[in-house]
């Protein structure tokens, strides 16, 4: 048990779909971020927010939509996406953006657009 | 920028046997560095890391060593088990320039363990 836990855990949409994927960590920490694990690729950092504000957008097409109400939960929406959008999407969050900082992971959302 | 390289894989070993998984990175300053472990299904758990030059970081019987005259930060086990089959990540944390922070992670390497 990690602290950050993802719903939902498994995702099937359609290319015209509008979903959302959740992330709601319990660690007291204020840093989130957004990573996307494919299929023989590195993991790839998304977003990155730190005490609600985004400090980090890795040139994501903007088909995703993040959104941090509070430190505690942080949300990707979802539309028009593509067959290659299909991943993995992992949340993590860390005390603060220290470089010494650890981050802690969710269990992911494994997405797959049809 | 900032860069990890792994060992590619995937490493099949027997139960017992001795484990290395080698990492090397390139980075600006000294940065943290950290293995995650991911078991099937799962999202990534840390497993050890290092934050300065030649420090051991160690957990579950696992060890790596921050060389920064090798920029290296090898993955070793003495004896693994069949439950450390999983697949193991590389990552280090910039400690300055634009990317400070953030982690940059290698591909990864699926290690597979036969009884």
């Known amino acids: 048990e990690t602290g950050v836990t993802q719903t939902p855990r498994h995702l099937v949409m359609g290319m015209t779909n509008k979903k959302s994927l959740k992330c709601e960590q319990h660690?007291?920490?204020?840093?989130m971020y957004w990573y996307k694990q494919s299929a023989k690729k590195p993991l790839e950092l998304m977003f990155v927010?730190?005490?609600?504000?985004?400090?980090e957008n890795n040139s994501v097409p903007s088909r995703f939509s993040p959104e941090c109400p509070n430190s505690s939960h942080l949300f990707l929406h979802l539309h028009t996406l593509q067959p290659e959008d299909s991943a993995l999407y992992l949340c993590?969050?860390?005390?603060?953006?220290?470089?010494?900082?650890?981050?802690?992971f969710g269990p992911g959302t494994r997405l797959l657009v049809l | 920028g900032d860069s990890v390289t792994q060992m590619e894989g995937p490493v099949t070993l027997s139960e017992e046997a001795f484990l290395t998984i080698n990492c090397t990175y390139t980075?600006?300053?000294?940065?943290?560095l950290f293995w995650y472990v991911q078991y099937p299904g799962e999202g990534l758990q840390l497993l050890l890391k290092?934050?300065?030059?030649?420090d051991k970081g160690s957990n579950k019987g696992f060890e790596a060593t921050y060389r920064k005259e090798t920029t290296s930060f090898h993955l070793e086990k003495g004896s693994v088990q069949v439950s450390d089959s999983a697949v193991y990540f590389c990552?280090?944390?910039?400690?300055?320039?634009?990317?400070?922070?953030?982690?940059?992670f290698g591909q990864g390497t699926i290690l597979t363990v036969h009884p």
């Open positions: 927010y730190n005490f609600k504000e985004q400090t």
């Open positions: 990552a280090l944390k910039a400690a300055g320039g634009t990317s400070y922070g953030k982690l940059t």
């Open positions: 290092a934050t300065k030059a030649d």
């Open positions: 660690l007291g920490h204020n840093a």
């Open positions: 980075a600006t300053g000294y940065p943290s």
């Open positions: 993590a969050s860390s005390q603060e953006l220290l470089y010494q900082e650890t981050q802690y």
